[in-house]
């Protein structure tokens, strides 16, 4: 992902948004900010994007954890950027990244039994989207923006206002 200023990377969101008042605004004029969202907030940080090696990494830090008894710590990279992570038995439970160069933070939980992820949230300046999944796939969808946030769940999406 590229580095923005703060200020640029949220001119490019304002700039999707409807107009507003948004009180009667149908959910369909959000789609150009809730495809941005989508395009600016995918799950950069566990790609090889020269940020790690491998997603080994959190693991690794996991297993460090626990050869020390411990079940929560953290590791700033060289490039700056943060993991923090929770882990039951060497396996992580939570990652959270952060990488404040590129506005970028980005959340993950997963179940401890099973590994499998429970849900995500990748936040970037100002704007953020949010998934939560069950053993089927994903089950809920969220683009939240300054002033409100669009909701997709198994019906129609929903836009909701602060």
């Known amino acids: 992902m590229t ?3 703060g200020a640029d990377c949220q001119a490019e969101f304002k700039q999707a948004m ?3 008042p948004w009180n009667h605004t149908a959910v369909t004029k959000f789609e ?4 941005l969202i989508d395009q600016r907030t995918q799950s950069d940080m566990f790609r090889h994007q020269g940020k790690y090696e491998t997603n080994g990494d959190y693991y690794d830090i996991a297993h460090d954890l626990d050869d020390n008894n411990q079940d929560k710590g953290s590791k700033t990279f060289e490039n700056g950027v943060r993991a923090q992570i ?5 396996w992580p439970t939570k990652i959270i ?3 404040d160069k590129a506005h970028l933070k980005e959340t993950v939980a ?9 849900s995500d949230k990748v936040e970037f300046c100002g704007v953020s989207r949010e998934r939560t999944f069950s053993q089927y796939g994903e089950s809920f969808r969220a683009y939240h923006f300054p002033g409100g946030s669009v ?5 129609l999406p929903v836009l909701k206002l602060e």
């Not at 929770?86 to 060497?90: A, D, R």
């Not at 997963?110 to 429970?118: K, Q, Y």
């Not at 909701?151 to 019906?155: A, G, I, R, T």
């Open 3 to 5: 580095e923005h200023s």
């Open 18 to 20: 409807p107009e507003k």
């Open 32 to 35: 150009p900010l809730i495809n």
């Open 86 to 90: 929770e882990q039951v038995e060497g």
């Open 97 to 99: 990244l952060e990488d």
């Open 110 to 118: 997963m179940d401890p039994s099973n590994h499998r992820i429970e």
């Open 151 to 155: 909701e997709k769940s198994s019906s």
